[in-house]
């Protein structure tokens, strides 16, 4: 299905190719100019090995814990609503069940990482948003848009999200109440009786819920910790339990799910070389019941288990020359009720080049090769660059490719309102990706057009509502648009603007599409926080949406606070406006919801 552009074919061709003819005007001569405003900061996503923010060609987001805490936000899932190309599709409050399109992507052509350990689920991507951290115990949420299969292999089509935890000392705790018998907690500390350089967090929420079978019941923890110089153990465990009163169909369902994650990573640097290895272990399981009056009926049980070992050697050569290569080995396997048992193995291995001619261009190549038992291999190469103009104004642009291989709810499931195809290839996809950045008289104002072409996309496809949906793939896809955005931090408080047009382009097919077709053509965002009185603050949060089904909605988020001594109290709603809306078709989503609650820091 063909919409308008929001910004034309061609046109967004003309911008990237005109960013990529500047980059080569720019050479090492320019080194006797004055210097771009560049800070510390680094992103650890967009690269095989942590680059400088400013020198990164990918379209990149950080938000990070300061920003967060100013605006109020207490749930890392609702903090991506303020990043622009992020559109969440959301099954009901509190983090419920939450899906991510990135870019116009499907929910399993995002990657989400934390602390750089995958939890992209292979039984459902639907559980892809089971996130082990609470928003108290983070330091940063890292959005990379565009493939990323050259650095973090399969999934990450539309775009990677990577949440980072907290490591500095800090004792801090939250704790809610609110309408609809909701009651939540959180807390992170590290120092003081947590012994040094560990972090130990908790967190938990209930609900009655907003209508019949929309109740849920989660909490879970962590613990983080340095063993040595060299060594990190991380230990995390969730559990949900959650009404799914028409999340898959018509049905009063219900469901359960628990998740384990462990790691360990081993880092070494030195002056020229650095090296690292990684072991991951992931186990899930979900077990859903499709009607709650009829248990035994379509009731399934599943069982997934994910395993990593990986290494790095990255060194550099000179001052302007980075080089990184690694490899690894895993497998994935399920059993299941459902689904049957079934498993595959995977290897893959990867190099990349970080190159600085000079202090205002840079320049990242890298390439991955994957292959799986299943599904044969795949090639993933990337190039992006970055230069400065001028101290205040820097353009860069990236093409990449990467793929993603299909879960076994695609291939196998069955219940009575799907049918799912065994037979089904990986999908593929290809992106060309510029952008602007720009600092002035205290903004910062990025635009970031783009334009991305999907091969054998997998979506669940139907004839008509009286059959099953069907996994195929079904579609080619050609997605463009453009991303931007736009901040301002004076003092204490914040501004943040964003807005994000989209087209998607599919193939003309005479069948129901239940996810390909489900976006938001035009998205925009209007965050800010201010001190209003003498310790007290307000923070507003306001997200527009026009989704290609005909809705147009704003939800407005609003908080009050007043800090007393290492306390805050505040009081908050989420749909001010009580707007009645849904972002997966069938689920209506909760209207005004007030709460009260206190911070501890």
Not at 27 to 35: K, S, V
Not at 197 to 207: D, E, L, N
Request: charged share 20%; with cysteine.
């Amino acid at each position: 299905m063909a919409m308008p552009l929001p910004l034309p074919h061609s046109l967004c061709r003309a911008v990237l190719a005109g960013a990529s003819l500047s980059l080569t005007w720019l050479t090492p001569g320019f080194a006797q100019t004055p210097l771009p405003r560049v800070t510390s900061d680094v992103v650890v996503t967009a690269t095989a090995s942590p680059a400088p923010t400013a020198a990164v060609g990918r379209t990149v987001t950080v938000l990070t814990r300061a920003d967060l805490e100013r605006l109020g936000m207490t749930s890392v899932i609702d903090s991506l609503r303020l990043v622009a190309g992020v559109d969440l599709k959301a099954r009901g409050g509190q983090d419920v069940q939450t899906d991510f399109s990135l870019r116009g992507a499907t929910f399993g052509q995002s990657l989400v990482l934390i602390d750089g350990v995958r939890l992209n689920d292979s039984q459902s991507g639907h559980h892809n948003g089971e996130i082990p951290a609470p928003l108290l115990g983070i330091d940063r949420i890292e959005v990379v848009f565009g493939p990323a299969s050259a650095v973090h292999g399969a999934d990450a089509l539309g775009g990677t999200i990577h949440v980072v935890t907290r490591s500095d000392p800090h004792a801090t705790g939250l704790v809610t109440i609110g309408q609809h018998g909701l009651a939540t907690a959180q807390a992170s500390a590290s120092g003081g009786l947590v012994p040094a350089g560990w972090t130990v967090s908790g967190w938990g929420a209930r609900s009655d819920g907003f209508m019949f079978d929309r109740d849920f019941a989660s909490g879970g923890g962590s613990v983080r910790g340095a063993v040595g110089r060299s060594l990190t153990l991380d230990l995390r465990h969730q559990r949900r339990a959650f009404g799914a009163n028409g999340f898959y169909g018509n049905s009063p369902s219900k469901e359960w799910t628990d998740q384990t994650l462990v790691s360990a990573r081993w880092a070494r640097s030195g002056e020229t070389w650095t090296s690292s290895a990684r072991l991951a272990g992931r186990n899930h399981g979900d077990h859903f019941r499709w009607d709650i009056a009829r248990p035994g009926f379509a009731e399934n049980r599943h069982r997934t288990n994910a395993l990593d070992a990986s290494v790095q050697l990255a060194r550099r050569v000179g001052d302007r020359l980075l080089v990184t290569a690694g490899g690894g080995m895993g497998g994935d396997w399920i059993e299941s009720s459902n689904l049957g048992d079934h498993t595959y193995g995977r290897g893959h291995g990867y190099a990349e080049a970080q190159w600085t001619p000079g202090p205002r261009v840079s320049a990242h190549v890298g390439a991955r090769f994957d292959e799986y038992s299943t599904f044969g291999h795949a090639w993933s190469p990337s190039v992006s660059v970055a230069a400065w103009l001028t101290p205040a104004v820097r353009i860069r642009a990236s093409v990449a490719r990467g793929f993603r291989i299909p879960t076994f709810t695609e291939r196998f499931y069955t219940d009575p309102a799907h049918q799912a195809s065994e037979i089904l290839l990986p999908e593929r996809g290809s992106s060309l990706d510029g952008g602007i950045d720009l600092t002035t008289r205290g903004w910062t104002f990025s635009a970031s057009p783009f334009i991305r072409w999907d091969q054998d996309v997998i979506d669940w496809v139907r004839l008509s509502v009286a059959e099953r949906w069907r996994t195929t793939n079904v579609r080619d896809v050609t997605t463009s648009g453009i991303e931007i955005a736009a901040t301002r931090n004076v003092g204490v408080a914040i501004v943040r603007l964003h807005y994000s047009g989209l087209s998607v382009d599919a193939s003309q097919l005479n069948l129901l599409s239940k996810y390909v077709l489900e976006y938001a053509r035009h998205s925009a965002g209007v965050s800010a926080a201010t001190p209003v009185a003498a310790r007290v603050r307000a923070a507003v949060n306001a997200d527009y949406r026009s989704r290609v089904d005909g809705q147009q909605y704003w939800l407005v988020g609003a908080r009050l606070s007043r800090a007393m001594g290492r306390f805050d109290a505040f009081i908050e709603g989420s749909n001010m406006l009580d707007t009645s809306f849904h972002e997966v078709a069938g689920v209506p989503m909760p209207g005004r919801w007030l709460s009260v609650g206190l911070r501890v820091f």
